[in-house]
């Protein structure tokens, strides 16, 4: 009898112990298949889409449908596991997309991720942690909202104008100026153009290029941003107004003053502070 109560004893704490390994092995699976700000997780590239010479929109699959949107804006860290460098991409795709994750990334000859993220190919993974949260985005949170931007600095515009655009409530209208080196350099163009074509009434845009093309006519903005080209195309400095800027280091400078060096805002600066808009006025991705 003893004997046998023994082995029931054995048998049920095996079985016990076999639940709690399933239970923690199932819960380990859940943490390392779900995106967090707080570890990296490997995220499969299905698709690779080229936008030109040097630019690419990587779609990257989730292991498991987002149960609510992404935050507006936000962006993810992708690094390579290899060497622990990262870097800060902002996704292009719907904040409400569940399944995927579309990242735009240019290659530049001396960024070693963006090489590294373009040699992996379809059916290979990049390792991503995310989101963080940069400028939380609010519904008609101000009335007109002015985005200056350059190169890949369009990312974070681009998510908050689609959150706008997107919104049958969100009245708010932008007026976006963005510059680059040639036309062949505007990401995202031909979306744009087309959401510019679909809600006049709330998206204008203004372009402006250091060496505009030769073989049409031109009609937009030649050089770098001016104080002209805020003036006419960017809402003044009222209550009512917001001024977003992304781009290169150089242009932040130029047109609303450099970050803190501990990465907060920092003082107003350049155009803006000459245009007389306040601190409150202006955020700086």
Sequence with gaps: ????????????????????????????TIQRTTISPDKFVPLD???????????????????????????????????????????????????????????????????????????????????????????????????????ICGGTGITPMYQIINQILNNPVDKTKISLIYANVTKQDILLYQELEQLAKNYPDQLKIYYTLEYPPKDELWTQGIGYISKKMVRNHIPGPQNDVLILVCGPDGMIKH???????????????????????????????
């Design 1 to 28: 009898m003893y004997q046998f109560l023994s082995w029931k004893k054995v048998i049920v704490t095996s079985s016990a112990l076999g639940s709690a390994i399933f239970l923690y092995s199932y819960l380990d």
């Design 45 to 147: 590239i299905i698709k690779v889409s080229p936008v030109n010479r040097n630019t690419n929109i990587y779609r990257l699959k989730l292991p498991r449908p987002l149960k609510e949107p992404l935050p507006v804006a936000s962006f993810f860290h992708i690094k390579d596991d290899s060497i622990q460098i990262l870097r800060e991409y902002t996704p292009v795709s719907s904040s409400y997309e569940k399944n995927y994750i579309d990242f735009l990334i240019k290659r530049y000859d001396r960024g070693y991720l963006s090489r590294y993220i373009y040699s992996r190919n379809v059916g290979e993974h990049l390792e991503v942690r995310g989101p963080f949260v940069t400028f939380p985005y609010l519904a008609n949170m101000k009335k007109n909202i002015g985005m």
């Design 255 to 285: 047109v609303c003053g450099e970050k803190a060096r501990d990465l907060s805002q920092g003082p107003i600066g350049g155009l803006l502070e000459n245009i007389d808009y306040s601190q409150e006025q202006v955020f700086k991705f």
